[in-house]
């Protein structure tokens, strides 16, 4: 595990490179803040959990799901990765604003009943979100719109 200190503000970050998994935990006391799962498929990063520790101190609202989604971000960019994705319940309003303040488009798929969370890199939305293509790459759905969205 690659493991990146931010002594200053008491935390580290932690990378398994093998399994796309961010880990932060503070350094004192040794304790998990939160984590990230992703998934690269076909060039785009998918987010599939971001989690932040509530128990026994709820370390939400305290900026660590901006920390790991900016790691999110920089290992796209160093893999020339240009989408970051996930979906999340779409009832959940809270999330789709931390998602906006991250930078993401969040959209509502009512045929699946989620909120998709999308941001791109060096390049543009081209044509309509194919949403069949996300839910395909999400394993959602076993349906499969051909065309790509970028």
């Not at 803040?33 to 709820?58: A, C, Y």
């Not at 920089?74 to 999340?88: M, P, S």
């Not at 941001?119 to 759905?141: E, T």
């Amino acid at each position: 595990m690659k493991e990146e200190e931010y002594i200053e503000h008491n935390y580290r970050i932690k990378l398994c490179c093998d399994s796309e998994y961010l880990k932060i935990e503070s350094i004192t006391p040794n304790s998990q803040l939160g984590h990230m799962q992703m998934h690269v498929t076909d060039g785009k990063l998918e987010i599939r959990d971001l989690w932040i520790n509530n128990n026994p101190v709820d370390f939400r609202g305290r900026g660590i799901g901006s920390i790991l989604v900016k790691h999110a971000f920089d290992y796209a960019k160093k893999r020339n990765i240009n989408v970051v994705f996930g979906y999340t319940q779409v009832n959940d309003v809270r999330v789709h604003n931390f998602y906006r303040k991250q930078g993401f488009t969040v959209c509502t798929d009512k045929k699946r009943n989620v909120a998709w969370f999308i941001s791109f890199f060096n390049s543009q939305l081209s044509a309509p979100l194919d949403l069949d293509y996300l839910a395909k790459l999400c394993r959602l759905s076993n349906e499969f719109s051909i065309n790509n969205f970028l």
